[in-house]
Every structure is written in C-alpha cells, then in structure tokens.
C-alpha cells in the first residue's frame, strides 16, 4: 500500500507532511504508528471484491435470479467471517459446522457447502488461489420421504381454490410438474393445445417441453376466456402464485407450495405405472436421482402389496 500510493495520497490519507511521507517512501525514515494505522485502514477498505467478479461469472452463465441470490447470501456472508486467501481445509470445516441445519435436515448446511465450493474452484481459476475444499466431503444429506399429494387431495384443493385462475393454476401444476418460475412466465403463444404441451425455459436458460393433461386443459381454457393476458396469462407473478399456494395451505392444511405439486407430478406418473427414466425427461430432471429421491414413498408402497407379516 505504502509504494502504491502516491506521495500526495498517502498525506491526505494519513494527515502527515509530504515531506515526511517522501522520506518513508524511500527509506529515509521509519514509518509512524499514526501511518501504520492509516495504512491498514485503508487496506482494509480496499479489500478485493471477489463476489461481483464472481456473480458476474455465474449471470454469463446463465444462472438464474434465484440462484444468483442464493450465491450473494451465502457468499457475502462467508467474506464477511473467512479470508479465502488464507483459508484451509480445517477453517471451512469450521465454518459449515457452524452454519444451522434446517430442522433436521442439513440441506442449509449442504447448500453453504456447494455454493462455497464453486465460489473456490471460481478463485483458483480466476485468481490462482488454491481451493482448501478439494478433499472435504459434503455434508450427508438425510434421505427424508418427501411430501407429497395423493390425487384426491389435489382435486380437494382445486376445489377449495377460490376461483378459476387459481384453480387452473394447481391443476397445471400437478400435471405438468412446472417450477413455480417456469408456471409463472407461461405466455400464450407458449401453449400448444392440438399436443397439450407448453414451451418453457428452465434452469440455466434450457428451453424444453411440458405436457399438461384435459383437467389442466378445461380450467385454462376457461381462464383465458375470462381473461386477456397483458405478459403472462395469471396477471399475477411468482410471488403471487406462491402467496395464493400459501394462503391455501393455511386454509386447508395440506402442503402447497410449488415444489409439492412437483413432487406429486413425480409420484402420480410413479403410481401409474410410468418408469423413473421417462419421469425425469418428462419433468426435465437433470438426474434421475432426484426423480427417486421424490417417489421413495411409491416405492415403498408398491412393495407393500407383497407383504405378508412372517408371524401372523
């Protein structure tokens, strides 16, 4: 800091004489404490930005809004505790054990630990600096059946629903097995009724397919009837949907937030019959993990039907 500032600077900063800053320069005379302490205070406000750099490098890769703020959260507050420049494997340990589980699952931990590697793979490349994560293992993500709905209980909440727009939404939902992003951005150009199939764009930007069936077909069509798009078909955007998901579950007491009926699109294919493979290409997974991490519960289910109790 001392030979990147000009003489001028480092006068102005530290309050001191050009004179005496011109001997510090070169060597004449020891620096003062008073120049010491000016000097690590604006180090310290000139600490590298590493996030901007970085979130920059994730939105030209098509991240979306979403993600990007999940990294500016986690990464903002793991500046704000660790200097990656100096960090080891042993501080990050340090810093997950820290971060909460959510209930009794450790996705708010996993969630650190995924984001805070990319962020170090992101400085090694970009800065040199070694990543201490190369050899620190994920936290272990507990296999928890995941709720979902049974069809009944989806035609109770359409029913329960309030009005047709609504309505249409949960059906379209449960059908299509839609994220709540992709639901929210349906124009009406994007539907293709003669094949009941709706264009989409997905994480990172991927364009794909979803099918919806008659149910979904019928309240949409009665819904667009009504109504005149201006933007999406809803009129409402994606925190209105999730708002009316909200307040439908505290009125009726079932689980309904977007991921659900996602969910419930995966175990309802599952039930009727529909392999795991053709799920996931159906749902536009990237894995087929996912898809079995969703349908555990059918799974169990249909090997019920061959139990038989060994002592009764």
């Known amino acids: 800091m001392l030979n990147k500032l000009s003489v001028s600077q480092l006068a102005e900063l530290s309050n001191l004489s050009k004179a005496y800053i011109s001997q510090v320069k070169h060597g004449k005379r020891p620096p003062s404490d008073k120049l010491i302490k000016a000097l690590t205070q604006e180090a310290q406000t000139r600490k590298t930005d590493y996030l901007t750099p970085f979130l920059r490098s994730r939105q030209s890769m098509n991240a979306s809004p979403n993600t990007l703020e999940l990294y500016r959260f986690i990464i903002d507050r793991f500046l704000s505790q660790i200097d990656p420049t100096k960090a080891t494997r042993q501080v990050i340990e340090r810093y997950l054990v820290s971060i909460p589980a959510n209930g009794i699952s450790l996705g708010n931990r996993y969630a650190h630990y995924r984001t805070i590697k990319t962020f170090c793979r992101w400085l090694e490349s970009e800065y040199g600096i070694r990543s201490p994560m190369l050899n620190l293992k994920a936290p272990k993500l ?31 939902a449960t059908e299509s097995g839609l994220r709540v ?10 539907i293709e009724w003669g094949t009941r199939i709706i264009k989409t764009l997905g994480k990172g930007g991927k364009e794909s397919y979803a099918p919806f069936g008659k149910l979904s077909e019928q309240y949409l069509k009665v819904w667009l009837g009504l109504h005149s798009p201006n933007g999406n078909i809803w009129g409402i955007d994606k925190r209105g949907i999730q708002t009316m998901l909200r307040r439908l579950e505290e009125d009726t007491g079932l689980p309904c937030n977007p991921h659900t009926f996602r969910r419930t699109f995966a175990c309802l294919l599952r039930k009727a019959g529909v392999d795991t493979m053709t799920i996931k290409d159906l ?7 996912m898809v079995q991490r969703y349908t555990r519960s059918v799974n169990f289910q249909d090997s019920l039907k061959f139990y038989k109790a060994p002592l009764s």
């Open 142 to 172: 507990p296999k928890l059946i995941l709720p979902s709905l049974t069809s009944e209980q989806v035609l109770m909440l359409i029913d329960k629903a309030g009005n047709i727009r609504n309505q249409a939404i949960i059906a379209l």
């Open 181 to 190: 992003s992709e639901l929210a951005n349906i124009k009406p150009e994007d």
């Open 283 to 289: 749902g536009r997974w990237e894995s087929l993990e």
